[in-house]
């Protein structure tokens, strides 16, 4: 495959067009073909013969009608369009390995999204890129330029979810990692603090993609690196997220235990990320039904927030979300783990009607718990209204887990007899 060059591949000036990279960014393939065929010359007949795709169905995709998102379709179009794996959330391609070295090196050093806050000027721009090939040593504005990139990451998640942004991260993560070696003792914990925190949100990453595995092992490592840049809110943070996996793997005993140890893991952690340890603590009491000790928790858990939230300053950047709401959010959850579905209604609807509308992929999730809670208060229409409401988003950017809210949401319904039921199933089928 790697010696062929299929007659749709799209030029490099394409390729290096912000409007074409965010179009790959959020999947929408009828923008990238509308954008190709005017860009690079390539009709909707030779992308359609290339990608293997009806010639009709690429015409209804260029005009916003449906959408691609299997994991099949897509590496076949990044193949046949030869798109770089990173620019669509994949691996790299095996024909990459055949790119030019002499065009390899021109390439932008660093890969990130099309976001115009993080940009480097372009003294900076010349500085990362000497920096990455070796020719001088990191310093303090390429560190503080990859932190800010890494800021802007973590809320771009949280609107195109995390399945665009997976080849990126591991790409600027091999990068952080390339700069250690010649790291000035004054700068080298600090690489190794900020290659914790991508290791970690890697690990998030392959978390909300249903990949346990690879999420453990990336906490793991984003501990280790934690632990040897003494950086106590990571460490403790990585296990309170070890105990978010055991959660989502329903063993409460495991799950309180690593956020017990969180809790416990240093004196000088933030108020914020004990009071997160302390919440993930009560989930693991709830979630055994154990409604004394997770209420005693949450309340402990609420006070540290609420302070931690009159210094925002003293907290690390990855705690940018949490607050007054996303503990509403939390308690809503422990509720529906003690089965007090009505209260659980009340705070989860409360806490997903104050999310930001850019926060896509927790309004899918919370709003798919919300719809599941709905159901099993027995309030049937509000239920799949709601879940009706999150089905776009919950494909789009909240799989694996608030898609399965929604089946769980169904079946409840179901087995109720509700007539909603089959409406609910009927539009999460026509999403495969």
């Not at 591949?9 to 965010?22: E, K, N």
């Not at 771009?156 to 091999?174: C, H």
């Not at 940018?320 to 503990?327: D, I, Q, V």
Request: aromatic share 6%.
């Amino acid at each position: 495959m790697s010696s062929y060059l299929s007659p749709a591949a799209l030029p490099p000036h394409v390729l290096d067009r912000s409007d074409v990279r965010r179009a790959l960014e959020r999947h929408d393939f009828g923008a990238v073909f509308t954008l190709v065929r005017q860009w690079g010359g390539i009709s909707f007949s030779k992308i359609a013969d290339a990608c293997d795709i009806k010639p009709e169905r690429v015409g209804k995709l260029a005009r916003g009608e449906g959408s691609i998102t299997t994991y099949e379709k897509i590496t076949q179009i990044a193949d046949a369009l030869r798109i770089p794996g990173h620019l669509v959330g994949l691996s790299p391609r095996p024909w990459e390995s055949d790119q030019p070295r002499a065009e390899a090196d021109e390439a932008t050093p660093i890969a990130s999204l099309e976001l115009p806050s993080p940009a480097p000027d372009p003294d900076l721009l010349d500085r990362l890129t000497k920096t990455v090939r070796g020719t001088i040593r990191a310093d303090s504005a390429t560190l503080d330029w990859l932190d800010r990139l890494l800021a802007e990451h973590r809320k771009a998640e949280d609107d195109i979810g995390s399945r665009p942004l997976v080849g990126i991260m591991r790409q600027q993560l091999s990068t952080v990692v390339g700069l250690h070696p010649a790291a000035s003792s004054g700068l080298a914990t600090r690489v190794v603090r900020l290659a914790s925190e991508h290791a970690q949100f890697l690990a998030w990453m392959a978390q909300d993609q249903g990949n346990s595995s690879a999420a453990l092992a990336w906490y793991d490592r984003s501990h280790e690196w934690a632990m040897e840049a003494a950086d106590a809110d990571m460490a403790a943070t990585t296990l309170s997220m070890k105990a978010h996996l055991a959660w989502s793997a329903g063993d409460s005993d495991r799950c309180a235990r690593l956020a017990h140890a969180a809790r416990r893991a240093s004196p000088k952690t933030s108020l914020g990320v004990q009071g997160m340890a302390a919440q993930m603590e009560a989930r693991g009491y709830a979630l055994r039904g154990e409604a004394d000790a997770a209420h005693r928790l949450l309340d402990e858990a609420q006070q540290l927030i609420a302070r931690a939230a009159e210094r925002p300053e003293d907290e690390p950047p990855w705690m940018y979300f949490y607050g007054e709401n996303w503990f509403t959010l939390q308690r809503g959850m422990a509720e529906m783990h003690l089965r007090r579905w009505d209260t659980a209604v009340d705070l989860l609807r409360t806490g997903v009607g104050a999310l930001p509308t850019q926060y896509r992929r927790d309004r899918s999730w919370y709003g798919a718990c919300l719809a599941h809670a709905l159901a099993a208060a027995g309030h049937a229409d509000a239920a799949a209204h709601t879940a009706l409401g999150c089905t776009a988003d919950a494909s789009d950017v909240g799989r694996p887990h608030a898609w399965n809210e929604l089946h769980t949401t169904a079946a409840l319904l179901l087995r109720r007899a509700a007539p909603q039921a089959r409406g609910l199933i009927d539009a999460l089928g026509s999403y495969g």
